[in-house]
């Protein structure tokens, strides 16, 4: 019998909580951060490469893969796992996200998006029975019902209007998805930031029942304030039994102030993008690698850091290369990044089941207020 998807709470320190999501494919530990695989692949890394940082679970893109190379390829393949080269679990994005910030290139109707591809201007149709078809086709392991994300800022009247079709679309999403043990299916909370709105969403995703739940339509232009005060209290909306899934955050900060307040999964492009921009993140904060002071520097990025992009390179190696355009800086400075992510990620594990996490915020926020150290 397969072995169905499940999540045990092993400890709380406040809102934040600390367990472990099962899956046929293996154990994901919580709070999680997912690195994004958004063409099957984490730009300028390896799969195995990924997985050394200590990453669980990786992020795959459907509006990206049903355009290139289509699922049906990547199903008569063997599927996204096989793929990618990739054995552990997978969650791919519904294309409601993606598809929102084509603009001019897409009709929102009732039965779902009508679209040009940003590749080659060909039609396409989008609906919650079409991203789950998909999901499907690529094997996804935990699957994003299909939504609609406004951006903000917007109306109440707008925001609600969109709320209320993203709700009819997730019961069609649970539908469409069917009976499939092994899979898991996750229905996503909208409304802005309005706490009626929020609470209607969250009522409606109940009523439907989903493996898990994730808290959208934000990290969209509210700004980190907006985006706490709505986390204050969106996740307690949620069952408090299942997985919740903040979508498209975010940097470290915004990933303790998720935790902090109830959030158990999150993702976001920013290591990998930071990585090939010549920017590192650090315990201290940002190091912008391209800058002058760095070319004479013997040390690393990070020197209690155990990455390899910290443990054999200096930085005026790591200036060096990124000025000089070759392709070994974006390879170690996402390693780095994506490093420091999951150094971050397995603290506050660390912290929650200790009962500790003020103790390691506190110290999270004074190395950042301390800064980068200048050279020597």
Known sequence: MTQRFSFTLTATDGKARTGVISTPRGD?????????????????????????????????????LMLRPTAERIARL????????????????????QVMS?????????????????????DHMLTPERSMEIQKLLGSDIVMCFDECPALPATDEAVAKSM??????????????GDRPGHALFGIQQGGVTQDLRAESAEALKAIGFDG???????????????????????????????????????PDDIVGAVERGIDMMDCVLPSRSGRTGQAWTRRGQVNIK????????????????????RSYS???????????EIISSMLLTWHNLHYFQELMAGLRGAIAEGRLGQFTAAFHAARAEGDIEPL
């Open 28 to 64: 994901i530990r919580t709070p999680a951060f997912m690195p994004v695989g958004t063409a099957a692949t984490v730009k300028a890394m390896l799969p195995e490469s990924v997985r050394a940082t200590g990453a669980d679970i990786l992020l795959g893109n459907t509006y990206h």
């Open 78 to 97: 063997g599927g996204l796992h096989r793929f990618m080269n990739w054995a552990r679990p997978i969650l791919t994005d519904s294309g409601g996200f």
């Open 102 to 122: 084509l603009a001019d290139l897409r009709k929102l109707t009732e039965e779902g998006v009508r679209f040009k591809s940003h590749i080659d201007g060909s």
């Open 164 to 177: 209320r079709l993203s709700m009819r679309w997730a019961e069609r999403s649970r539908d469409a998805f």
């Open 213 to 251: 739940y994730a808290v959208g339509g934000l990290a969209v232009g509210e700004g980190q304030e907006a985006m706490f005060g709505v986390l204050d209290y969106a996740p307690d909306m949620l069952p408090a039994d299942k997985p919740r899934y903040l979508m498209g955050v975010g940097k």
């Open 291 to 310: 800058n002058a002071r760095h070319a004479d520097d013997p040390r690393p990025l990070d020197e209690d850091c155990t990455c390899p992009a910290c």
């Open 315 to 325: 930085r005026a190696y790591l200036h060096h290369v990124f000025r000089s355009g």
